[in-house]
Structure formats: C-alpha cells, structure tokens
C-alpha cells in the first residue's frame, strides 16, 4: 500500500458521516479532498445510455452559420446549466446492423455482434469502456464500474452493452442492492461479519491453490480465475472501506433506485474504486418495459401502450419519449451537480469527467445510422466542448445509411484521445467511412 | 485401421454461392460463425483412427446451476427435509455465455467476480440455516457444537454430499482444527462450524467436479460423478454412491449396468429433456414480445411442444426420436393454445394435426423464430442449416441493415427474396431462404396461413446439402421428412450430443470417438440412449494424460 493509499485509508475511516442518506453526499465533499489526491490527474469518464432513442429534435439544431447557436429540447432542459460544457455531435455512422437493440454490443464497440437482433447475442469486440478503463482504472479495483436498471423482477444481472473481448460479455447489476453488495462489501452493513468472510477465503485460498497444483494449462487458469475473483474481492473490500457508512435506500423499484446508484457511482469515483462508468438505463431489450419502465408514465395515457415500437416522429411516441428523457435528464442533472461539489481544495471531479450521453437504440429506435452523442465536460480538455453542435453530413437515411466522413468510431477515438489514452483507430467502420479521431472535437 | 478424410474447411466461407460443407468438428459447431474473410479455408487433414483410444486431457468441469441447486437439496435431504428452494438468494451460475451452444458449457469457465459474490451469499444463508446454534431452527443441526462429534458430524455429512466423496481422515483432522482455531480466535463454537460450511460450500472441489483420473480412465469415485451429474443433474444416489465408493464403477460392465439403470425410465432422464430443450431453442419463445391482441400464451405453447416431445422421449428415445421430433404430427393442445393451431375440432388430448410436422412446426418454435410483428424465415431457415445440417452460415456482412419493407402485393417471403436476390447476397441466402421459407405455411404466432399481404404464400422450395442436391419439396412436411431421412442431419444430431454431454464441441482429437458414435447411432436403428451410454463409458474409462503443472 502507498503512502498516500495508507493516509487516506486513515482519513476515511475517521471521518465521522451521519445516517440515513444512501451512499451520503456529505462523505462525498469530505472524500473529495483527501481521497482524490491520490489520483489528481486521473481522468473519468461516464457512460449514461437510455434505451428508446434520442431523437435528432431533441437536440435542437444548430444554425446553419453557427455551430453553437441550437437549444435543447424542453425535455432535456434541466442540462441547460452545463451547456456551455456541452458537445453535442450527431449524424455519426455506425457500422453495425441497425435493428439490433442495444446495437447488439455494437454502440460502444463498433463491431458487429453475432445473432442478428437478439439482444442476448455475443459480442465479438471488446467495448470501450473496457479499453478506457484498463489504462485509467489501473489503480482501481476494477477497469469500469458498470451498472443499469430493469424493470423485469426476473433479473439481478444483464449482460449487454459492454464486453471485454470476442463472445465475452460483462455482466452488470441491474439492482441497487447488487450494486451496493458488489461496491462495498466493507461497508457499515457487511461489517460485522467481514472477519468471518477473512477466514473462509483464506481457507478457500489454501483449497484453491491446493487443487491449481495439480493441473495445467487451461485448466489451471480456471482456478486462476477463481483466485483473481477472491482478490478482486478483497481489493473492493479494501476500497469499500472509503463508504462504511454508506446505506442501502430503502425505496425499492427502477425509478427509486437509479438515483442510489448513481450517487454510488460518484463515491466509486471519489474513493478511486474506479475512473470509469457505464449505466444502461433500459438497455439489452429491456426498453420494452417502456413505458411502465419509468414511473412518470403510470397515470398517463401511456402507461397501458405497450412497448415502445418503430414509429419514428409518431407524435405519440414523441411525447412518450419526452417524458422518458425528461426523467432521465433530471437523473444527470442531479449526477451532474453532485460531481461539482468542490472537495477541500476547491477541485471538484467535474473538472476531471467527461458525461457521455447517448442512447443505445440509436436517434429513433432501432436505427443503426445517424448516432448522436452528449458530451458533458472536458476533464481539462483537449476535448472542445463550449457549446458546440457538430453534425455529419448525413442526419437521416432511415435504414439505408450512406457512408459519411463522421463514425461512431471516430467519435470514440476522439473521446479516448480527449481521455489521455490516444486511438488511431477503434471498430469496424463502413467502406468509406473511419475511425480515426475525430478532429472536429479535439 | 480407417482414415477419415475430415473437411477442415473454414466454417466462414466468403459467401460466394458455393454450398458449404458441414461445420468441421474442429471448429466451433453453432459458436456464432465469424464474418466473411475471417478465416482462410484449411487443407484437408486425415485423422487415423485406431482401435486404441487416444486419452483424454485431465480438466475440472466448472459446476452450473442446476447442479448446485441440486446439490444444496441433497444436503437438505440428507436431513430428511426437502426443500426445493431452501434459500431467498440468487443461485450461483445462473448467467449463461450467448455465445455458448449449451448450458453445459460453462464446465470450461471459471468464477467470475458476481459469480463469487452469488457463492458467498448462498454458503453465508445455508451454513447460518443448517449450522447447530443455541436456538432450534427448522434446519439447524441439533448436536452440542461445543462437542467434538458434533463438528465431526457436520464435517462428515455435509463434506459427504459437497464433494460427493466420503473425506480422508486427513481432510477431517485437518477441518477439526482449523474450527479449534476458530474458537481461540473468539468465535463461538456454533460459528466455527459455520464457518467451516461456508468454506465447504465454496470449495473448489464442490465448484470444480474434478476429472484428473489416470492411466485406466476415472477413478471409481469420479466415475460416479459423470453418471450422476451428466445423466440425472444431481448427486449419487444410495446405489450408485455404494458402487462408487467401493470401486464398483471401475468395472466397465457394472458401469455399464450402472447407466442403464440410471436411464431405465427414459422420461426421467432429466439430462434429455434438456439437451432437447436447448438443441431446437423452442423456449426462446418466451424472449419474442408480440401485441397482447394475439393469441399467444408464451407458457401454455411450451407446453404444448414439451407434452409432445415427452411422448416421443418416451416412446423414441430407443429408436428413432430424432426422426419422430422432425416429423410427427401428433399434438397437444390447450384451450388457450387452440387459436394458435386452428385445428379443427380441438380436444384436450394428443390429436393429429396434418400438415404440422414435428418440433418445428410446433406454435412454440415458430414463435420462437419470429419477429414480434412477422415471421422471420431468414432465422429459421439458418436454424434448420447450422442445427440440423451443422452446415455455417456467415454473420450478417458489415454495413448490410436486415430491413425487410412491406411492399403491396407482395408476400413477406416474395419481399425477402427479392432483397437478397443481389450477387452480395444470394450466396449466404440460398442456404436459409427456402428452408425458413417452407414455414411461411405459419404465420408468427404459429397459425397456418394461405395468403400473406394479400397474396398467397408459397411454401416449396430446393434442399441442397450435403447428400441433396436441388432436391424439391412442396412444403414444410416433405422438407422434414427429407432431412428426417437424410443422414447429415442424423450424423449432425449425434454431434450436438456430443458437445452437450461432454460440454464443449468436438476437437480434431475427438474424430474417432465421433465417428464410432455416428456408426453406433445408425446400426442402433438411431437408439439415443446407446448414444449416450457410450458417451458416458467412453468418458469414464478413457485414459487421462497426467499434465506437468
């Protein structure tokens, strides 16, 4: 353990938290300080993805003279206090078949998966949350802290959406309370029986390593897996010990628990578990629990509709949608503004993340041409954010996209770049189209 | 001696017309074929077989969920008290890999950080529940735990049913003072044996069902546990365990006896069932969403499919099951199922539905193979290639958007054909048009249809393949009863049994056994069970190689 690791350990274990907020965002400004000096040049970035599209009207287009002259959409207009932070770049080409939910992995790993539109399909690429997160996260307890919601009582876990290689989903927690478990397995709650857990796994450990010897190859990596698992463990119970007081809400339901994962989201970023974030709202299919998914729909005509489906520009389905975003821009709102709280020293994570917004059905639902992304924050640049609206040559082409200049590829690349972590390259891109950089943004 | 001339062709093929020859045992059998250029075609490779099997590497098989389940029950009733669900927790290993052929795959993963997460939970519930403590609870032991039997009662018992083994006097002692340590360390005597079972219910050898074996094959005890687990999906029972801990199972005869006996009532060969389940898909139903207007009770259509296939579990699994699931016409049907078969005068009961051959014609699977607003013969098509023929299709080519219009006048499969006529197309769609385009005889709730958009559908089409060429059929009863009598599909049934009773697809290595089981199967007059029998024996009595850690 550094030096630094060891004193703010120490600083975290005295500091003194009241009770009753989930992860409390008081800890987070006394956190702030001490903890992310550890790391103060590390840079983060957040993944927020919404099922069911994001329409281009959404955004509020730009002159054609001017690039910073557009205005947003009234559902995503509590994002107006960050709009000179913002980039927003749309009309990106995405290689990848377009009636795939989730974009079948394909969003952020530019690849086309394998099983057409199953949403259970296999990824055939690593995602970039994984590429990012093992050059920023190296210091962490684990390369991107990855989370969702899900209506279906059926399912803790989803995988889809992000991947650490060929036919190798990672999987994600779709409950606050398997989320919580996995974060802080320190924590006030798991305490009092961390000393008993210390003496299973050491004992696991001795039987582990016992059978390992006796084997070779592949199958000796198994065991090596189990090991790696027993010491990730440990690491995040180590880093866990930053939020002992931290509490489970007690609001059960996707909308209740979405804004307790997102503030465990900004003490996993505080308490350098992790620099990296990626939370399917609604995504791997399950946006077909729209509109009973979001709580604002039940009362409204909408709540009894059915699942969302291909209707476009369908004023129902518009307004269906505005009530979705207008949600989740509340959600990354009130995210937003805890990431400003200034730490001791006046420096505050937003300074240090960028937010990255988009949706992973594609603009309208189903589409695999046309993407459009919100960026939030610079993390100190050389991203060009101030307000700015960058558009691809081609906004629409419903099912029939042209190759154009601009891919999602080349948007990632340049948010990588925009992260310390130079790409050339990323994905798969259509016959005319790239990946590298993309200059506009940088 | 004999030489088989294997086609390790590339499994991807550039997708240039050609038919392609059968996915090759080497490569991944349904793994999600790689896009076009991924691999270049390899020559041809002779493997000699002979009569000396060539052994088998030594592994672990990562345990799923079913069998842990399972195992926690047999603790259970080992205390005389079933539960079927004896804790409120998440069942470790329940996530299973898209990308895997079947749920038996897992064998060759490891645990993964939820997955532990899922362990410590489940060991944390059931140790607290069974250990002896001060206070009477439904399942806690009730000996002294502050005695030395009572911790040897623990240890024995539970350790007995984990490993499924009985323990060493070594493991014993060593168990005893590890909860001695636990007591001078402050824990209470109740909680050092809880302790001790958490630690027992996450042991690598409870997660990990070695197969170490030796030069003779398995040993006896490990033999045991490939019957128990791969045929019934649980641990030994008493006749089984007593043969196995005495060595009875080293006796290839007895063992033998022993699979027999375990498959004696075929319709309670759980592992069966299974397989079933997973080689035709027909419970992906219940992933397909459709408008709550149409009649589609997603459970009630598995039912149906399942009471069918059952029968033919039961009456076939000796004889020609394959055969009879491609082909029968003999149907169940509920009152609610009724508008999705439109048979005339539905009764409760197995009926005949002519013109509804087997499995794939079954509401449920086709269904299953649809979209929530149309048929989807492009994916049923690929699913009687890849599954029946074990034949590659390649992955959708980059850039190409799968949207299939309406166009007036037009039937769907008239619309698809015409969109995929052009040369970057045709080459890959001549392996699954006309074979999802036989079903087009259903609609995508699985009611038949005669017209579609307006128009009336045709059904008939050319079945090409490996022992086809061009040949004709007017629809889906003749397609079925093709490949029921063709021998690819036979050899490629056996194939997926393979990979589904050893848990991973066929290696170059695995060429001879393959072979001798496909022979097997058809002078059997297609008898499943010997299938599976020999898969058992051959795993069981084949030598390991030792590895050099």
């Known amino acids: 353990m550094s030096r630094i690791d060891e004193s703010r350990r120490r600083f975290l274990r005295a500091v003194a938290l009241g009770s009753g907020a989930r992860v409390l965002a008081p800890i987070a400004a006394l956190l702030h300080g001490t903890a992310y000096g550890a790391v103060p040049t590390s840079k983060k970035v957040v993944f927020l993805s919404l099922g069911a599209g994001l329409p281009d009207v959404f955004l509020g287009r730009p002159s054609r003279t001017s690039e910073t002259e557009w205005s947003f959409h009234p559902s995503l207009a509590p994002l107006n206090p960050w709009r000179s932070k913002t980039l927003i770049v749309s009309g990106l080409s995405l290689a990848v078949p377009g009636t795939q939910h989730s974009a079948g992995y394909g969003m952020l790993s530019c690849t086309p998966c394998d099983g057409g539109a199953d949403a259970d399909a296999a990824p055939r690429a690593a995602t970039i949350d994984q590429l990012l997160g093992a050059k920023l996260s190296a210091a962490g307890t684990m390369p991107a802290l990855l989370f969702g919601i899900d209506n279906d009582p059926t399912r803790l876990v989803h995988q889809s959406l992000f991947a650490s290689g060929p036919n190798q989903p990672v999987p994600y927690p779709v409950r606050e309370s398997v989320l919580f478990e996995r974060l802080f397995p320190g924590s006030a709650a798991a305490q009092a029986g961390e000393a008993d857990t210390k003496r299973v796994m050491t004992r696991l450990r001795t039987d582990v390593t016992s059978l390992r010897s006796k084997l070779a190859g592949e199958e000796r990596r198994k065991l090596d897996g189990y090991l790696g698992s027993l010491d990730a463990y440990d690491k995040r119970r180590a880093a866990g010990a930053c939020a002992t007081s931290a509490q489970l809400g007690t609001d059960r339901g996707v909308v209740a628990e979405l804004p307790g994962m997102l503030d465990a989201a900004v003490t996993a970023l505080q308490c350098g578990m992790t620099n990296v974030v990626g939370c399917s709202i609604g995504g791997g299919n399950s946006h077909s629990h729209f509109p009973r998914f979001i709580g604002p729909h039940v009362g409204t005509i909408f709540e009894e509709q059915g699942f969302i489906a291909d209707q476009g520009h369908d004023p129902t389905y518009m307004a269906s949608r505005t009530i979705l975003w207008k949600w989740l821009s509340d959600q990354v709102a009130a995210f937003l503004r805890k990431l400003e709280a200034p730490g001791p020293d006046g420096r505050r994570l937003i300074d240090d993340t960028i937010v990255v917004l988009y949706s992973d059905s594609g603009p309208d639902h189903h589409n695999g041409s046309s993407q459009r992304f919100i960026v939030i924050g610079d993390a100190g640049g050389p991203l060009r954010t101030g307000g700015r609206y960058l558009e691809g040559p081609t906004d629409e082409g419903w099912g029939e996209p042209p190759p154009n200049g601009m891919t999602v590829n080349s948007f990632l690349t340049a948010l990588s770049t925009g992260l310390g972590v130079p790409m050339d390259s990323f994905g798969v891109v259509r016959p005319g189209g790239t990946s590298a950089p993309l200059a506009a943004m940088l | ?549």
């Open chain 2, 1 to 549: 001696m004999r030489t088989l001339n294997l086609a390790l062709l590339a499994a991807m093929c550039a997708c240039s017309g050609q038919i392609l020859a059968p996915i090759s045992q080497g490569s991944a059998v349904g793994e999600g074929p790689a896009g076009p250029g991924d691999a270049e075609p390899a020559p041809e490779v002779p493997v000699v077989c002979t009569d000396v099997l060539p052994a088998l590497p030594q592994r672990v098989l990562r345990v799923d969920s079913p069998a842990y389940v399972s195992t926690l029950n047999q603790l259970f009733n080992w205390r005389g008290q079933y539960l079927d669900t004896p804790f409120a927790v998440v069942a470790p290993f329940s996530r299973t890999n898209p990308a895997d052929l079947f749920t038996t795959f897992p064998a060759g993963d490891s645990v993964d950080e939820y997955e532990l997460d899922e362990l410590l939970a489940v060991s944390r519930t059931v140790a607290e529940a069974i250990a002896p403590g001060p206070s009477a609870a439904r399942y806690r032991m009730s000996c002294d735990p502050a005695t030395a039997a009572c911790r040897a009662e623990a240890f024995q018992n539970v350790s007995t049913v984990v490993w499924s083994r009985p323990p060493s006097a070594t493991e014993a002692a060593e168990r005893m003072a590890e909860m001695d340590a636990y007591q001078a360390d402050g824990a209470t005597p109740g909680k050092a044996i809880e302790l001790m079972l958490r630690s027992l219910l996450m042991s690598p050898e409870m997660i990990f069902r070695p197969e170490l074996g030796g030069p003779k094959g398995l040993s006896s005890i490990e033999r045991g546990r490939l019957l128990s687990f791969t045929l019934r999906g649980t641990p030994a029972d008493a006749p089984l365990w007593e043969l196995a801990t005495h060595d009875g199972l080293l006796d290839e005869a007895t063992l033998r006896a022993e699979v027999r006996r375990l498959m004696q009532e075929p319709q309670h060969l759980a592992s069966l069932r299974r397989f079933l389940r997973e080689y035709f898909q027909w419970d992906k139903v219940l992933k397909v969403r459709k408008d709550p207007k149409l009649p589609y009770n997603q459970q009630k259509m598995i039912d149906d499919v399942e009471a069918a296939v059952e029968r033919h579990v039961t009456g076939h699994a000796r004889a020609g099951l394959l055969r009879a699931l491609l082909t029968s016409e003999e149907i169940s049907l509920s009152e609610e199922t009724a508008p999705n078969w439109k048979v005339e005068n539905p009764m409760p009961g197995v009926i005949v539905a002519k013109g509804r051959p087997g499995v794939l014609a079954q509401p449920a699977w086709l269904a299953a193979f649809s979209e929530p607003d149309r048929n989807n013969m492009v994916r049923r098509g690929r699913f009687i290639r890849e599954r029946l023929l074990c034949m590659p299709v390649p992955s959708i080519p980059v850039g190409v958007i799968p949207m299939i219009p309406e166009h007036a006048g037009l039937t769907y499969r008239q619309t698809v054909e015409q969109k995929t006529s052009g040369a970057g197309c045709t080459g890959c769609h001549v392996l699954m048009n006309d074979l999802g385009g036989a079903f087009e005889a259903f609609n995508h709730v699985g009611a038949p249809q005669s017209t579609d958009n307006g128009a009336p559908v045709t059904t008939a089409g050319v079945l090409n393949g490996p022992g086809f060429s061009a040949v004709p059929f007017t629809g889906p009863t003749e397609l079925m009863q093709l490949l029921a009598d063709s021998p690819a599909v036979h050899d490629c049934y056996v194939t997926n049994l393979f990979s589904f009773y050893v848990g991973r697809t066929p290696t170059r290595e695995d060429q001879c056994e393959l072979a001798r089981l496909k022979a097997l199967y058809r002078s059997s007059h297609e008898d499943t069970l010997a299938v599976i029998e020999e898969l058992i024996v051959w795993q069981a009595t084949t030598p390991r190689l030792e590895v050099t850690p």
